[in-house]
């Protein structure tokens, strides 16, 4: 199985590489390798907003758009900007090896 990198910064800039196998979740690559800030109340069920993330702009026109459940679910998240997402709902594939996300200071 193919394994893929992604980059989270947290809010005080720390840098984390992580891999994980392909079709994982951004959620799912945080809570596997025990990455700060993302809580994942819901489990990957886009049922909550505690696996928020923003993304980099050199990756945000590369993921499909938010669905309306998602964009629901972000009105509850605190600090919203335009690249934000759920990190449940960015599905990782070869096209995202190396995805750089930002966890925000509070879920």
């Known amino acids: 199985m193919k394994m893929l990198k992604v980059k989270f910064i947290d809010h005080e800039e720390t840098e984390r590489v992580v891999e994980v196998a392909e079709g994982k979740t951004v959620m799912e690559a945080a809570i596997d390798n025990m990455v700060p800030g993302i809580d994942a109340e819901c489990g990957g069920a886009c049922g909550c907003a505690t696996c928020h993330v923003y993304v980099h702009e050199a990756w945000f026109d590369k993921l499909p758009a938010k ?4 964009a629901s679910m972000l009105d509850f998240a605190e600090n919203v900007k335009e690249t934000s997402r759920l990190g449940c709902q960015i ?4 096209s995202l090896d190396g995805l750089t996300v930002k966890t925000p200071e509070a879920q």
């Open 67 to 70: 669905e309306d459940m998602e």
């Open 91 to 94: 599905k990782l594939d070869k």
